[in-house]
């Protein structure tokens, strides 16, 4: 998937604040009919899993209603695909607020546990890839995951003086 798919994918959660995974494979197949596409719902779950693994997307437990909740993630540059701006109007979805200081410690939790996967099997891929979302999650939340960025740093630092 690229990047812009991606950022396609977080556009039409930013319409709505934050949806269910049912409710964006609903909308991006809405999307799809309104553009003249066919689309493949197997596709569809693997691209919103995707920008989930890839922290375009971010879920958001919502302990009132036992829901996960897809929104905007650090990684994202929300754009809205063609017609998608239509979408609110056709579908009956509400428009949801996330906490975003419950969902920044959330996010963390997920990165410190990614990170430390990634450190424990050694994969300098994953580790690089981290490293990025770091950055882009202070910047996107108030937080401070500097000490997740140092042990990323240092498991680099001893792979490259092995």
Known sequence: MSEATYDDLAGVVDLFGALTREELATALDELAF??????????????????????????????????????????AFPTLP????DLPHILD????EVPRGELATQVESR??????????????????????????LEAWADTDVGSIRERLDAALDSEGQA
Not at 52 to 74: H, I, M, R
Not at 82 to 85: G, I, K, L, Q
Not at 93 to 96: G, K, L, Q
Not at 112 to 126: F, I, L, M, P, Y
């Open 34 to 75: 309104k553009q003249g596409r066919e689309t493949d719902g197997d596709a569809l779950s693997g691209a919103i899993s995707d920008a989930v693994d890839a922290y375009y997307l971010v879920p958001y437990e919502d302990d009132e209603t036992d829901a996960e909740l897809l929104t905007v993630g650090p990684m």
């Open 82 to 85: 063609d017609r998608a701006e």
């Open 93 to 96: 979805y509400p428009t949801r």
């Open 111 to 136: 990165l410190r546990a990614a990170a430390a996967s990634a450190v424990q099997t050694g994969d300098d891929d994953e580790i690089e890839r981290l490293l990025d979302v770091t950055y882009d």
